[in-house]
């Protein structure tokens, strides 16, 4: 997205008052809901440019004319959140239905949570509550952690699989949320089974305060809960789970946090050493008020130039978008800078908030350059909805955030709502509250180097080897891809004209067999066996690749000249 306007952030910063009012807003008649539902279904229809790419419009339309028969029959909350999911359903993350005071949804738990690898935790929570700040959630009103997690996820939008477990964790903050869902029996607190560090095993009731939403809580991160007061806008009156206990400041660079805590806001680099290389951080593709992107670029490079870096790791993990126009300069400047821009010297770490014109970058980068991508794969694709408007609804002033504009910035057949990885590294909370990067840690150690540079460099026994390794380590992650198709088929030709035949084989072998429904992978292994003089193995490449694509005539005429 070219600008991340007030849905772009998806998630939100609440400004709740001092203590909870218990009397409610009205209900508003069913027959304004159904108006409302009305409304939100034309903004949809007239101008998201496609609406339907995940989900089929029939199936769409069904869930819309149940609803609509149904809400007479519903309370306003439940109302409320089943628009929230079927505006979900489209399965668009700038397309999403923010809550407001409509249905109780003015009401959130001063808490943050975070679904690691390990389990669902409580990453930040208000300071009168210390002690349960890295507590492990087991149980969230009826359901365990995990399922409560995934039911919360389904009333906002998202795009990849990742970026649902960022959404759900945020609405597992709201107590209506949990009520509609029918995982807690109130909408003004909930009740956890928590596994504390200090005192074991313990359950909990945190209650609600009020707020309303803001574009800034997805920003901040999981270092942050819903403020306390007005005055203390950037949740300073939170305690967060951190191995060394710090309070968290503001626009604060503490040098006793890893790097990719040190600084939340807009950019900032830093050298690896010593490893060697500089490390740069971009949360937010906006102007810092202190200092312009234009002039941090400068700052950067000017440092690159000078220390003859040749290594640099791009962290995007916290940066949910912002403006897109900044991106190609910065882009430029990497592929200008041939010592970085080559196999192995230039990675770049995508998380589950990844997001907007974050993954615009991402995805340029992925065209354009040699980047290797590390961490989890990114909330959205690189071909996705964006540029989304944000229209207040006018009877239950909920905001609806509607996609305008579709961007490719991938191949035309690439589908995927995300942008994927080469070293499926995301966080544990092992990892996260004892200081420790997984996926810088894998970068720095050479445990992320592209495959292709591997089999130029060392050659086939070494590319195999690592192929296997990464495979059995990664291979549960659906969103891993050990290497770009296109690039090892490129790769393979490459040693071909080298006259390293032998190689070229092993790289055409790799793709068909991370790729073994793709034609043209097996006809470039056919040409592969041939110079290698393996016509029979040839001949069997060459028919596999036929049977994928009857249509291949050059293939055929391949195979009709070895016969």
């Not at 609405?171 to 200090?198: K, Q």
């Not at 604060?252 to 490390?279: C, E, I, K, N």
């Not at 207040?392 to 490719?408: A, E, I, N, Y």
């Amino acid at each position: 997205m070219r600008f991340l306007l007030a849905l772009g952030a998806v998630a939100c910063l609440l400004f709740p008052v001092p203590a909870l009012a218990t009397s409610q807003t009205p209900q508003l008649p069913s027959s304004s809901l159904v108006l409302e539902l009305d409304s939100v279904l034309q903004l949809i229809r007239h101008v998201h440019p496609a609406p339907y790419r995940r989900i089929p419009q029939a199936a769409f339309d069904s869930q819309a004319r149940q609803l609509r028969a149904e809400i007479p029959r519903l309370t306003e909350e439940r109302a409320v959140a089943g628009m929230m999911r079927l505006v979900a359903s489209l399965r668009d993350g700038h397309t999403t239905l923010l809550p407001s005071a409509a249905g109780g949804f003015d009401r959130w738990l001063p808490v943050r949570f975070y679904r690691f690898t390990d389990g669902v935790y409580i990453t930040a929570i208000d300071s009168s509550r210390a002690t349960l700040a890295g507590a492990r959630v087991l149980r969230i009103g009826r359901l365990p952690a995990a399922e409560a997690l995934d039911s919360a996820a389904s009333l906002m939008g998202y795009d990849s699989d990742p970026m649902r477990q960022e959404v759900g964790a945020l609405m597992l903050s709201s107590p209506a949320a949990l009520h509609a869902l029918g995982i807690t029996p109130d909408s003004l607190s909930a009740t956890f089974v928590l596994e504390t560090r200090a005192n074991g095993l313990q359950t909990v009731q945190i209650g609600a305060v009020q707020g309303s939403p803001d574009m800034g809580w997805r920003f901040w991160g999981e270092m942050f809960g819903p403020i306390l007061s007005t005055r203390d806008r950037y949740g300073s009156g939170y305690v967060s789970a951190i191995a060394h206990e710090r309070p968290l400041q503001y626009r604060t660079l503490d040098p006793a946090m890893p790097l990719h805590l040190r600084y939340r806001l807009y950019y900032y680099f830093a050298p690896l050493s010593p490893q060697g290389g500089v490390y740069v951080q971009i949360n937010f593709l906006q102007e810092d008020p202190r200092e312009s992107f234009a002039d941090f670029r400068k700052r950067l490079w000017a440092y690159v130039d000078s220390a003859g870096v040749d290594r640099l790791v791009l962290d995007l993990r916290y940066n949910s978008g912002g403006n897109g126009d900044l991106n190609l300069p910065f882009v430029h400047e990497i592929i200008r800078h041939t010592s970085i821009d080559r196999p192995g010297h230039l990675y770049v770490l995508l998380g589950r908030k990844t997001f907007s014109a974050a993954v615009m970058l991402a995805a340029e980068l992925a065209t354009h350059t040699e980047a290797v991508f590390a961490g989890e794969a990114s909330g959205a694709g690189a071909n996705h909805a964006g540029d989304a408007i944000t229209v207040t609804m006018p009877r239950t002033g909920m905001q609806l955030g509607v996609s305008t504009l579709f961007w490719q910035l991938g191949h035309p057949a690439d589908t995927l709502a995300y942008i994927p990885v080469s070293a499926a590294t995301p966080f544990s909370a092992a990892d996260y509250y004892g200081l420790r990067d997984p996926a810088l840690d894998v970068v720095l150690g050479g445990g992320a180097r592209p495959l292709t540079g591997i089999l130029q460099g060392e050659g086939a026994a070494a590319a195999r080897s690592a192929y296997a390794e990464r495979r059995a380590r990664y291979a549960g992650y659906p969103w891993w891809r050990p290497f770009d198709e296109r690039r090892m088929n490129e790769t393979g030709y490459e040693l071909l004209a080298a006259g390293r035949v032998a190689d070229a084989v092993a790289a055409f072998e790799l793709n068909t067999a991370e790729h073994p429904g793709s034609w043209g992978w097996w006809d470039s292994l056919g040409d592969g066996y041939s110079r290698a003089g393996a016509l029979a193995q040839a001949r069997e490449a060459y028919a596999r690749a036929l049977s994928l694509n009857p249509n291949a005539d050059d293939t055929r005429a391949k195979l009709t000249a070895l016969k």
